[in-house]
């Protein structure tokens, strides 16, 4: 046994260890960092979606007490016992459900534990309007119940 021998033994190992000069496996590449994308918040569809019949109907028969954007302050309001309600406030109409605004809607203010002085209005307007004006007022206060 000369150096030479253990020298061509010794780099043969290697060689064979090294995986016969294959390219050593590779990691597989580290999945990309997580990236937190808000949900988008696209409110669920309607069954009873707004439409311009809706907006004019609030225009013609809420608006006087209400106000032409739902603030509360129509023309009417300042002779009114108690205010109209703000169909922009959140925080009051996320307690009301569907329901309820519906029936306050149809059957007047007492119906729901509410001033009479919200008329009802189920004798003028049918339950499909009634349904569309639900949806305006969440579209006014942008809100749904909680
Ligand atoms: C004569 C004035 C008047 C008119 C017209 C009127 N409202 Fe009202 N409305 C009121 C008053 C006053 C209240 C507040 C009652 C309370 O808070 O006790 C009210 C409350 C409401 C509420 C909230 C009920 C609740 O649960 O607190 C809704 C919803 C509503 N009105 C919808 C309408 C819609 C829709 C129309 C048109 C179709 C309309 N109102 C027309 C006076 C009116």
């Given at each position: 046994m000369n150096r030479a021998y253990w020298l061509i033994t010794g780099i043969l190992l290697m060689t064979i260890l090294n995986g016969?000069?294959?390219?050593?496996e590779k990691e597989p590449p580290a999945p990309p960092p997580e990236v937190s994308v808000p949900p988008v918040q696209t409110p669920a569809p309607r069954a009873h979606p707004v439409t311009q019949e809706t907006r004019d109907t609030y225009q013609f028969y809420c608006a006087q007490c209400h106000g032409t954007e739902g603030h509360?302050?129509?023309?009417?309001?300042?002779?009114?016992t108690v205010p109209p309600r703000d169909h922009t406030k959140a925080d009051y109409l996320e307690t009301r459900t569907d329901e309820q605004l519906f029936t306050a809607i149809q059957q007047g203010g007492l119906s729901v534990?509410?001033?009479?002085?919200?008329?009802?209005w189920g004798a003028t307007l049918n339950e499909n309007t009634i349904h569309s004006l639900v949806s305006y007022i969440r579209e006014l206060c942008q809100c749904e119940a909680l």
């Open positions: 016969c000069g294959q390219e050593p509360g302050n129509g023309i009417n309001a300042p002779h009114l534990g509410r001033a009479p002085c919200m008329p009802s």
